[in-house]
């Protein structure tokens, strides 16, 4: 990494991640990155070790490390304890017109020579009459199971 960050901690966080570390239950995230903290504490309260000791000790890459110091120096303590939430959406595939056709595919006669759909036929035959451009058979599985518990409910 170009940039060399140093991490500084004061008295009450440093009591504050070994509170972490020996009690409660905590993520194994937040356990690694607690220890990452206390040993890459640069202050008054610290114990100098390098990265290589931490990163052979903790068995995490020198990158995890640097990663850690670098959320804790931009972003605070708080955040370099906690998880992102993921910043990736996804844009539905079916919506309720969709649906609708898959569920009329889905209780009218299966083809010839089969006793029942799968979950592959119905997903061919939605793109054979062009209702979706693609769509995967556990997309159609999940509307489905959606469907017969609103049903059954």
């Known amino acids: 990494m170009a940039k060399f960050y ?15 570390i020996k009690k409660g239950k905590h993520k194994s995230q937040i356990y690694r990155n607690a220890y990452i903290l206390i040993n890459t504490d640069e202050g008054e309260f610290s114990d100098k070790v390098t990265n290589a ?3 052979k000790v903790l068995k995490v890459g020198m990158r995890t490390i640097d990663r ?3 959320r804790f120096i931009k972003e605070g303590f708080e955040a370099c304890l906690s998880r992102r939430p993921t910043a990736r ?3 539905k595939k079916m919506n309720g017109d969709v649906e609708a056709h ?7 006669e299966p083809p010839t ?3 029942k759909w799968s979950l592959r036929m119905l997903a061919d035959k939605m793109v054979e009459l062009s209702y979706i451009e ?6 159609v599985r999940g ?11």
């Open 6 to 20: 140093k991490v500084t901690l004061t008295k009450l966080e440093r009591e504050q991640l070994i509170g972490i």
């Open 53 to 55: 000791e931490i990163s």
């Open 68 to 70: 850690v110091k670098k």
């Open 89 to 91: 959406t996804y844009e």
């Open 102 to 108: 898959l569920i009329s595919i889905a209780c009218s």
């Open 113 to 115: 020579g089969f006793v």
């Open 134 to 139: 693609s769509v995967s058979h556990e997309t």
């Open 143 to 153: 509307v489905l199971k959606k469907r017969i518990k609103t049903v059954e409910s």
